[in-house]
């Protein structure tokens, strides 16, 4: 039990749980304190002040965000002085930004700018100091843009990176009025450490880290007869596109979505949960070989654990932070870049479509796919595999844009070819999700019994915990996989790079010995990406694990190898899982980095 | 003008300091909560500027129940117009080292720093070679103590407690959140006395001689004596030890020149006096005195009538603006809008009501800026704006 305090506010007397902030204690008051530098994903800064507030008896005001409260305490959020101090550095922040907020990408989605509206600062009697600077904007990430004239040094993003990815690509330089959020030696954004996972993107209050947008380019490409323009979208999205569009969270609008992107006018709108379950068949596949040349063969040259290779934002922190370790990566492409390959050939070649005149277009939660589709060995197609990624806010701009009532929308289901998926494929969207398909899947293969839990739900894999483990023990097996008897498959999940630091970092001492594990660079998995709708917070991530693993509930088939498409592209196409064609089309390789 | 009474000078920092294994053992065998007391009565307050109660501090870190606490010297002396330090830890290291033991013993610690200023590096092998020999007579007398000399790196914000612990820790110097305060929540999140140096060489002299020798010296809420760094329009600067509660008047008239339009009390942070208030200011602690009382940690800047206080102004506030660690909103961009804004008066681009609305912005800061520093940007652009504020426009 927490202790209970009495406390004051604005002359509403209250009970809150000591050490409780004052912020938290006015929402119990009914009292909304105004916050910029405050985030719920991350530790208390108090560092823009905007949250001041009188507390009777003490001369200067305290931010509410990083003070607690204390028994007896009389607090005033709207008192004159409040008032007049919060308006006045609600100024200082609009003196030193780039305020041409109708130029801006967050025009409508910006803190500041609701604070500013909220307290109608009318006037500019401050200097500005923005234009003083020489400030260069950083575009030469294909996943970001960073402006740092349109930075207000809350310092989010620093948070973010540090203490969610534990990354710390950016930090706070210099010091005084030269004050800044920098890289390493102030390198672009490209040049360092960053995953362009996305998330300072995700957290930042302005515009000064924005995705770097593709809009134009895809509707360029739409209004192009000579162009056959093709979409797939990825599991996360449908549970989160609402939020832009007037649903609450946790609202699931695969139908909506679906019907949307047709009245866009894109020719085909397809399912990355397809290259999900492709995914599941080629990475079980392998996973089941590799335990083979180590148990077997006892082949030193082959790796484990098993580390999934879905999270671009994860590939190349690994690629930066444990360059020794790219053996243990699955060799399978994401499922964007699966799915990309086969558009251009598979696809190409079913409807007979000259493959130059197909452009390939994903909606991703994420802004490291944008990364991801501009590698250079992500052309084995003969073309670029994937041509356009759009995040799902700029999904949801060009909904916007093209006067789409998307509430009043009637559901539409996904093309055929490679727009069927089952709701092993939907759960990729989810921390654990693809430890929980690849166990379905891969355990049946070798006893050829359902996985041993209840309605296939493999509990111990799901949920927010930064790293999980689960085991399972395999008898009886089939005949071809005898040499698994009594083994017990030890498996680990983790999201947010911090967190797979940990994981990481047991599994290099020794200290760790897994099979496989499934690793997110983003917190939550992919529903919590650094291309999803802001804000996302924890209360927001776990409303859309619900809404995926609901959606995964509803779908007739939930294991991947039951996928129609999937033995369709087998029997015809592929052949077998990790044959020469996937070989060439669905598997790659990485590339060590510097660390820095 | 005839001066109330000649200042007092007074003579027990720079007091030989050979009889410190004496005081260092004589100590080490009284009660530590004798020693608090000591310390309590002498009313001895901390001599970095804030002001502080140093017994009481003590007695906080001596409370807490973890068993690794630290103490901390704080030597990095940045203020503007500040140069006592130095001389201390140059001429009577012995009672800084000795002072940090007794701490030590008090609070249940066994680890100490000197956070020494980037700029003071020069100290370092004096002061290296004093704590070999200081460590070398713990160890005779049984006594587990360490303390370890760490170099700043020039910011000025590092002389702000908590900054100095984030700076220690390897960590960017900006200040935290309080509460939690240093004596709960300080060096590594361990409970952490933090006394600036000469606070400590001042209980060297209390501990030496005693409560009471101290507590006669001073008025009330300002007892006992001070160094301060006298500079500027004078015909002596240098370091003095005087008695607190001394008036202005007395001090312009011992240390002016005969023209002093103005003293600057406690650097770059603290107030500008002007002239028809020498009579009404004495340095000291705030307290329940009459007329004006002014804490300072120890400079005493002196203007006379060939300065520009715009001049003096703006050298401050580039100060600030550059000093500034740039974190919280009303410190960093208050700092640029203020020294730009006294600009464009001069340059009259700003009418001179604009003043007006930079003293309201000051106000702003010094209400809610996170730390000393934002907070105190005001004291020296109020008061010299509102004494000279036509040197500001014309």
């Known amino acids: 039990m927490t202790t209970k305090i009495k406390i004051t506010i604005n002359e509403k007397q209250i009970e809150v749980a000591e050490g409780s902030s004052i912020v938290d204690a006015a929402v119990c008051a009914g009292v909304i304190i105004p916050t910029l530098c405050f985030h719920k994903d991350l530790c208390v800064a108090g560092n823009c002040r905007v ?13 509410a965000c990083a003070t607690p409260c204390e028994e007896g305490m009389e607090i005033l959020t709207n008192s004159l002085k409040v008032r007049n101090a919060r308006k006045q550095i609600i100024e200082l922040l609009l003196s030193e930004h780039n305020a041409d907020c109708t130029l801006c990408y967050k025009n409508g989605n910006c803190e500041l700018q609701k604070l500013a509206s909220d307290y109608k600062i009318m006037t500019q009697d401050f200097i500005q100091l923005a234009p003083l600077r020489k400030y260069q904007i950083d575009h030469y990430s294909p996943s970001m843009i960073k402006d740092d004239s349109k930075c207000i040094r809350c310092q989010r993003c620093v948070r973010t990176c540090a203490e969610i990815q534990g990354v710390s690509a950016l930090t706070a330089a210099y010091k005084g009025d030269r004050m800044k959020i920098a890289t390493f030696f102030e390198k672009p954004m490209n040049d360092v450490v960053c995953t362009n996972c996305g998330q300072c993107i995700n957290h930042c209050p302005t515009g000064a880290l924005v995705e770097r947008n593709y809009i134009e380019e895809v509707w360029d490409a739409l209004a192009n007869k000579d162009k056959f323009v093709i979409v797939q979208t990825a599991p996360a999205v449908r549970v989160g596109l609402g939020e832009e569009l007037g649903f609450e969270p946790g609202t699931r609008v695969t139908g909506k979505m679906v019907a949307a992107l047709k009245r866009l006018g894109f020719d085909a709108v397809m399912d990355t949960d397809f290259s999900a379950d492709l995914t599941i068949m080629e990475e079980g596949s392998e996973l089941l070989m590799r335990l083979k040349k180590v148990l077997v063969d006892h082949d030193p040259n082959v790796k484990l654990p098993l580390a999934t290779s879905c999270s671009p934002a994860w590939i190349k922190y690994i690629e930066h932070m444990y360059p020794d370790y790219l053996d243990h990566l699955s060799t399978c492409k994401s499922p964007q870049q699966m799915f990309g390959a086969l558009v251009k050939t598979y696809y190409a070649k079913h409807f007979n479509l000259n493959p130059e005149n197909i452009v390939s277009v994903s909606i991703m939660p994420c802004t490291a796919k944008k990364f991801e589709a501009n590698r250079p060995e992500m052309h084995d197609s003969g073309y670029r595999d994937v041509d356009y990624v759009l995040t799902t806010r700029e ?9 789409i009532d998307f509430l009043k929308l009637d559901d539409r289901s996904f093309d055929q070819i490679m727009g069927a998926s089952t709701g092993a494929g939907v759960i990729f969207g989810a921390t654990g999700g693809v430890m929980e398909a690849a166990l379905r899947t891969a355990y049946e293969l070798v006893t050829g019994r359902e996985v041993p839990f209840e309605n296939l739900n493999i509990m111990p894999v799901r949920g927010m915990e930064g790293v999980r483990e689960a085991s399972i023990l395999i008898e009886n097996p089939l005949p071809d996989w005898s040499f698994l008897e009594g083994i017990e498959l030890k498996c680990a999940v983790a999201h947010g790079l911090v967190n797979v630091k940990s994981l990481m970092d047991s599994i290099v001492s020794g200290e760790s010995q897994y099979h496989f594990i499934e690793i997110m660079a983003c917190p939550g998995g992919c529903l919590g990406g650094g291309g999803q709708p802001i804000p996302t917070n924890p209360e927001i991530r776990r409303k859309r694990a619900l809404a995926i693993y609901a959606e995964d509930q509803g779908m007739p088939l939930r294991k991947s190898h039951q996928n129609p498409e999937i033995l369709k592209i087998y029997s015809e196409f592929l052949t077998e899982p990790l044959g020469e064609v996937s070989h060439h089309l669905l598997h790659t390789h990485y590339t060590p980095r510097e660390r820095f | 003008m005839t001066p109330g009474y000649d200042l007092k000078r007074v003579d027990f920092i720079f007091q030989d300091e050979s009889d410190w294994k004496e005081i260092l053992q004589k100590s080490l065998g009284r009660p530590s909560a004798e020693l608090i007391n000591e310390l309590i009565s002498s009313e001895l307050k901390g001599r970095g500027g804030a002001g502080f109660p140093t017994g009481f501090k003590w007695k906080l870190a001596a409370d807490e129940l973890n068993p690794i606490k630290y103490i901390i010297c704080n030597a990095d002396e940045g203020e503007p117009g500040t140069f006592k330090d130095r001389e201390i830890l140059t001429k009577v290291p012995m009672k800084v080292l ?50 370890n000399l760490f170099m700043g790196a020039g910011a000025y914000i590092c002389g702000e407690e908590t900054a100095l612990f984030e700076s220690m820790e390897g960590k960017r110097g900006e200040p935290r959140n309080k509460p939690p305060y240093p004596t709960s929540f300080g060096y590594l999140g361990k409970p952490t006395v933090i006394n600036n140096v000469e606070t400590l060489a001042h209980t060297y002299t209390i501990f030496k001689y005693g409560a009471k020798r101290f507590y006669d010296l001073g008025v009330q809420y300002s007892r006992g004596s001070k160094l301060f760094s006298v500079s500027g329009d004078t015909p002596k600067p240098g370091i003095y030890e005087l008695e607190l509660g001394m008036s202005l008047l007395d001090f312009v008239h011992d240390f002016g020149d005969g023209d002093t339009k103005a003293v600057q009390v406690g650097g770059a942070s603290g107030f500008l006096v002007p002239q028809k208030r020498f009579a009404e200011t004495t340095i000291g602690f705030q307290g329940k005195l009459t007329g004006i009382s002014l804490p300072t940690g120890g400079s005493m800047m002196l203007f006379n009538s060939s300065r520009s206080m715009y001049n003096v102004l703006d050298n401050y506030l580039e100060f600030f603006r550059e000093e500034s660690c740039g974190q919280c909103t009303p410190c960093r961009v208050g700092c640029q809008q203020l020294l730009n804004g006294i600009k464009a008066v001069k340059r009259g681009e700003k009418n001179a009501l604009y003043l007006d609305k930079l003293l309201r912005l000051t106000e702003t800061m010094q209400y809610t800026a996170k730390c000393g520093l934002g907070q105190s940007v005001a004291n020296s652009f109020s008061s010299i704006v509102e004494n000279f504020r036509e040197e500001m426009i014309y």
């Open chain 2, 98 to 147: 000795t002072a940090m033991a007794i701490c030590g013993y008090v609070v249940g610690s066994h680890e100490a720093y000197i956070y020494l200023r980037g700029e003071y590096f020069f100290l370092q092998p004096a002061l290296n070679k004093a704590i070999q020999e200081f460590q070398a007579t713990c160890q005779e007398l049984n006594f587990d103590f360490r303390i």
């Open chain 1, 51 to 63: 949250c001041v507030v009188e507390i009777a008896g003490q001369k200067r005001l305290s931010a």
């Open chain 1, 395 to 403: 999904l949801a701009i060009m909904i916007k844009q093209a006067g």
